[in-house]
Each structure stands twice: as structure tokens, then as C-alpha cells.
């Protein structure tokens, strides 16, 4: 290797920023429990979340996919609702932990409630105080989910008899590619829609949730379902709720909810990124740099070997190896070329070195 080092200049350097995308579908098959027996769903003892696999979760192999639960606000028509609630405090502070991380404080510093349009402002009437949150692992988003990749399809009825179902309903972000709110102190965020018929025009097209891109979290407000919710075969031994999604909402613990929303599931599907940023360094050997080694064997009794005995030919190098050094000439990075490159006073050479992180 050379013992002389040359400094870069401003324009030796320059720097990209690419972003890589990955198809995610999820099916149905894997979330609304077809794989329950084998153990790719697991409960915890908290009883807060449950968690969904690609495998059983025992294995080796398994995936975590995301993470299901809900919650409602302290001022929705379930909290105000009389009668027993089942798990009353945990559904409202998973909503409010969930409001606190994605949504703004108002003026006097209490937890905003998530509104259907995204607007900052007071009208609890644009409310969405019982949602259902599905949280995303970063194996799957990476960097974040793509703007108007995200489709959730599943059925408004929470019966799991496949005959029962009905009114497939798709939730997707569209129109996100142009149009996303930036008002969140969690990142980008896109309003969910159950038809893109209309979106940003058409005042009957309201909007049913939130999908934030960076932290991997979609927000759905629990009135996409009607009629009964959690209905199982008398075949399946699996617990959840027997009702209509009002009544689960106070009555049925986060569990049977979840379970629930899983039966409704077909396919959920996006396509995530990664933001893949390069420095790319020109390493420029210019006619009079780099003719020589500093390798012992380039001499014999004084005389360069590769000139063959003949004192007035050029000398000649071999590059092999670029070496990234700091200011204070500490070896940072090593970049290998395929085959050495012949150097002489008659040639110049640039090697473009990139590094990614």
C-alpha cells in the first residue's frame, strides 16, 4: 500500500439517498386463526395486545408480524355507557398511550382524541373515540410503510362462519402519495378511506382511520363494523365474544376484541421502505500519483523490478486496494478492486468508492 496520502477535495465527494421497496402481503389464512391451533397467535397474561405470527410463535423460524388491540377515550359513549366494563381502565389507557405517542397536546396539554380528518382542532363531533390499532413490526416496515401502498380488506360482520360474512369492505390510504398530514409528532400520516371513490371531494367519503408511515401504526375507528361481532362456529373452542361490536366494546375484554377482528381479516398488504443513503468517494490518481509501492519486493538491490533492467523506462504500480483514512490518517475503510490496475506516468485512473448506511 502506498505511504502517502492524498486528501479529498469538496468535489471528490457526493452523496445519494435511494429508496428501496418491498412488497408485504399478509393473508387472512395466517391472521384470522386458521394457524391458531399450532400457536402463530399469542396471548399474553396482561391481556392488553395480542400478537400475530407467521409461524408458530414457539418456533425458531416464527416472524412477528404485528400486534392487535383497542381502546376507546375517556369521553366516548362506551365510557360514559352504564353496566360492567370489562377491562375499562386498560382499553382507556391503550387509547390514551396511543393518542399521547401519535397526536398532538391541545392548548392546556391534555391528550388530544383521534380525529377522522387529521385537523388540529376541538370538534369532538370529528371524533374517533373506539378504534381497534394494529401495530406493524419493523421487520416488515423497515424505514416506513410506502404513501398509498396500504390496503386492509376484511368484512364488516365479526361472525368467524365464513357463510355468515358479509359486506367486504377495503381500507386503504388513498390519494396518500400527494395528499398526508404532517401534524403528528410521530411522522407522516395518511387518512384511511373504505373506497377511493370520491376521496378529498366527496363529503360522504369520511374518512375511518389513520395509517402512520414511520412508526408502522394503523388507527381504525370500530364503526366499520356493524350488526354482530365475534361470533365463532360451535366447531371452534377458541373464546370471543358473542354481540354486537357496541356491546363488545364495554362487555368483551381486549382478548375476545381481538380475536374478533381477526376473524373479519382477508388480507392486509403494503409496501414498505428503506432509505438507503450513500457517500460515494472518487478517488482520483492523477498522472504523477501513485507510480510506486511501498511493498518490499517492488526493489531489488535499489533497482525497481518492473522496469526490466532498463533504468529509463516509467515506473510502474499496481493498484489493488483504496484506503479510507481519517484526518488523523486511522484506516476507516478498505475497498478491493477485481484485478490490479496498471498505474504509470502516462495513465490516470478514478476508482468510485461508495459506502451505504
Known sequence: MASTFKQFLPSDLASTRTLLHEAIPITGTIVSGTYTADGNIKTYAHGMFESVYDYPFLSSSANHIFDITWGYS??????????????????????????????????????????????????????????????????????????????????????????????????????????????????????????????????TNISVGHLYYQAGIAVVTASVFSGEFGNLDTNVTLPAWTGSMSSALTGASITELADGLRYTFVNVAFNNTTELNSTIYFCRAHNTDFNYSSNPTYLSASEIRVKGQNPLADPVSYLTTVGLYSPDNELLAVAKVSEPLKKTPANELTLRVRLDY
Open 74 to 203: 375517556n369521553n366516548s359513549s362506551a365510557a360514559v355507557s352504564a353496566g360492567t366494563k370489562v377491562q375499562e381502565t386498560k382499553k382507556r389507557n391503550l387509547y390514551d398511550e396511543m393518542a399521547l405517542i401519535l397526536t398532538n397536546l391541545d392548548i392546556s396539554g391534555n391528550i388530544r382524541n383521534f380525529d377522522r380528518d387529521g385537523e388540529i382542532d376541538d370538534d369532538q363531533a370529528d371524533d374517533m373515540k373506539e378504534v381497534f390499532f394494529l401495530n406493524f413490526t419493523r421487520l416488515l416496515t423497515k424505514d416506513e410503510i410506502k404513501k398509498g401502498s396500504f390496503f386492509l380488506s376484511l368484512f364488516s360482520s365479526g361472525t368467524i362462519n365464513e357463510a355468515a360474512r358479509g359486506n367486504l369492505i377495503t381500507i386503504g390510504d388513498y390519494g396518500a402519495l400527494t395528499d398526508y398530514k404532517i401534524n403528528s409528532p410521530a411522522g407522516d400520516y395518511g387518512l384511511l378511506f373504505t373506497s377511493s371513490v370520491g376521496v378529498g371531494t366527496d363529503p
